[in-house]
């Protein structure tokens, strides 16, 4: 399947789940995040706000936060990613939540990067959402920090078309059923 429409299909998987399902299956997969050396170790928690049926992410800012680390979101500027810390989030490319303001951050290899993603394999790769801005991102890195997808039980997948350009993650913490 080409990655248009698997795009396609693993918005509509993912938008059909259950509100019981996603809360039962955020429960164990924030259990699984949180229990990571990488998460618990690292300095500073490099996030995606969450927008639509995504993986909500602000549970994992609480917790990074009450664990004194900080925390980072990325910005669209152009067709590369930046991400601050402190800055407040408002609408901003596609409707997506954006810091506007705030100190620019770049991660070490000490650091935790989450990365969205619409579909994911055991290999490691993911489908994002067709921009590259994530995989550019990760590649241009001097350093690169501990790279951790994030999903529901439906976004597995095996048939993943992978790229020169796509970067592979350390880890996937979601509740996965891989084909």
């Known amino acids: 399947m080409d ?3 698997l ?5 509509e998987r993912r938008a ?3 509100l019981y399902e996603r809360r039962m299956e955020e429960k164990e997969t924030l259990k699984r995040l949180f229990a990571l050396p990488a998460f618990q170790m690292a300095p500073t928690v490099f996030l995606y706000a969450a927008y ?3 993986f909500p992410t602000q549970a994992i800012e609480d917790a990074a936060k009450g664990l004194g680390k900080r925390v980072a979101y990325p910005k669209v500027c152009g067709v590369n990613l930046h991400f601050y810390v402190d800055g407040t989030l408002a609408p901003g490319y596609r409707g997506i939540p954006e810091p506007q303001g705030g100190e620019k951050a770049v991660p070490t290899a000490k650091d935790f990067l989450l990365v969205p993603g619409l579909a994911f394999t055991k290999e490691g790769y993911r ?3 067709g921009g590259g801005f994530y995989d ?4 241009a890195l001097k350093e690169r ?3 951790c997808g994030i999903g529901y039980s439906c976004q597995g997948t095996d048939a993943l078309l992978v790229e020169e350009h796509d970067q592979k993650l350390d880890d996937y913490v979601g509740i996965v059923n891989f084909p």
């Open 3 to 5: 990655k248009i429409n």
């Open 7 to 11: 795009r396609k299909m693993m918005k």
């Open 16 to 18: 059909a789940l259950s």
């Open 52 to 54: 639509g049926s995504e």
């Open 127 to 129: 489908l994002g959402y």
């Open 136 to 139: 550019r991102y990760i590649a």
């Open 145 to 147: 920090p501990y790279c």
